[in-house]
């Protein structure tokens, strides 16, 4: 009876090895980075991948496999028929884009992972503010999360929901489907390492400009968290404004009121902006709650008046295309006009006049409702 009981045993022994085999060839991919060969006219695929077979307590870094291909799937199929190892999209966070190829050409790439099966359509794309896209993916942080795709995910799913830096997060679908629409211009957020004292830190910032799948330029971090205010995408957040002191604001709403006119036969577009706020820092001790509050509120509305207008400007003398979206208001205010101008509206964009109106209501202190004073 004894025999027959460890023959039953033998398969089972068996298997449970070659399950682990089977698992330890494989690796889950948390981001992708893709580059630019000129000189070659390769892509130059960069892979985040985590070991499932991690042991419990020990700390997974990640892995870094590169290749080389003539397409992004063709260097896909190269590293796996190199390595031996598969490679799961499904857990991916990330795809990061360098800027030349940004410059030259993304629909190959979005045309790949949009249409592979393996593929998240909600996947961040970012654009890399380094010289290689790959760079991102190898930097290895100690203060936070140690993973880098799963530290851009974080990022952006926190600013996705709450607009607190003022970033735009942009999934692919979302890129992809501006692409499909008539005179939509999207946008994509940028990446780069910080370096301090030896110590690289992976932060997004910026945005990058694009008339549909071409990069034009960049916007500020600052021109960002304007582009949101015209967009009516701010949702709450800080802003820091430097007056006669330094003063600390947490935006309580926002709303932005659009409206398209025809004067003398030329567009003009009114804009109305109503910003709540608390003051939550006062680096000095000028009363701005009691005393100043009206002083502060007028300073802050000329400040985003001017802010709104100098970005207007910067992106119709700079770029050329509109990437505020003001068409659709024309189109759904204006038809019979949008009729006329919707096939060049790109040119008619830069000659449109702006007219904006911004009213600031500070509501007081988050918790103090005076500054801390010293007495001499």
Partial sequence: ???YIAILFIPIILCGCWNYREINDRRLISGAAVDY???TKKYIVTFEAIDPMTEEGEENRGEIFTIE???????????????????????????????????KDILPILDYIYRDGEMRNDIWILISKEK???????????????????????????????????LRAVPMDEFIQRLYEPNQNPSLPGVKIEKNNGTETIIVT????????????????????????????????YEYYDGEIPVGLKILSSKTRTKVKLVDNEINIYMDIDIEANIIELGGNVDYIKEKRRVLMKELEEKKKKDIEDLIKKVQNEFGVDIFDFSR??????????????????????????NINVDVLIKGSEKKDSPIMVNN
């Fill in 69 to 103: 291909g003539d397409s992004p799937f063709d260097a896909v199929r190269n590293i796996v028929s190199k390595s031996g190892i598969k490679f799961y999209w499904p857990h991916a966070k990330v795809i990061i884009l360098s800027e030349e190829l940004a410059k």
């Fill in 132 to 166: 290689s896209a790959a760079d991102i993916l190898k930097v290895k942080e100690k203060e936070y999360m140690p993973i880098p795709s799963f530290r851009i995910d974080r990022i952006l799913k926190m600013e996705s929901q709450n607009s607190l830096i003022g």
């Fill in 329 to 354: 208001y024309v189109k759904a205010q204006q038809p019979e006009l949008w009729n006329k101008v919707k096939g060049d509206w790109d040119k008619v964009f830069d000659e449109v006049k702006f």
């Fill in 1 to 3: 009876m004894k025999k």
């Fill in 206 to 237: 910026g945005l990058a400009v694009f008339k549909k799948d071409r990069l034009l330029g960049w916007l500020s971090d600052d021109e960002s968290r304007t582009l949101l205010t015209i967009e009516d995408n701010v949702k709450r957040g």
């Fill in 37 to 39: 060969n000129p000189s």
